[in-house]
């Protein structure tokens, strides 16, 4: 079973930098997309970066210039590197991601990491 590992979250002073990583872990044959959510308390989930297989990238308005999404078509993986961080950026940050199984090619699957804290104070 395709599972999405996600690393890199923490406690950051403001101005500071962290940076995701998402792995996946199972028998991926393609990946459409990947995608950084984050959702803060009492706040809906929302999406902050995407990235697809072809290497389009989007940011919502309120990291662009700060946050940077790549991704590693050979390992599966994406990277949130995020910089200039402010206390607002605070939330559970959650990877997403679009793929096919090799047991079956004709479904796209969606999948969730469990969530990694990000947490920005002084």
């Known amino acids: 079973q395709v599972q999405l590992v996600e690393s890199g979250g923490g406690l950051v002073q403001p101005g500071g930098s962290l940076r995701l990583s998402c792995s996946t872990s199972?028998?991926?044959?393609?990946?459409?997309?990947m995608d950084w959510f984050r959702q803060a308390p009492g706040k809906q989930r929302e999406l902050v970066s995407s990235i697809t297989s072809g290497g389009s990238t989007t940011y919502a308005d309120s990291v662009k210039g700060r946050f940077t999404i790549s991704g590693d078509n050979a390992k599966n993986t994406v990277y949130l590197q995020m910089n200039s961080l402010k206390p607002e950026d605070t939330a559970v940050y959650y990877c997403?991601?679009?793929?096919?199984?090799?047991?079956?090619?004709?479904?796209?699957?969606?999948?969730w990491g469990q969530g990694t804290q990000v947490t920005v104070s002084s």
């Open positions: 199972g028998s991926i044959f393609r990946l459409n997309n």
């Open positions: 997403h991601a679009v793929y096919q199984v090799v047991t079956n090619q004709k479904s796209w699957v969606s999948n």
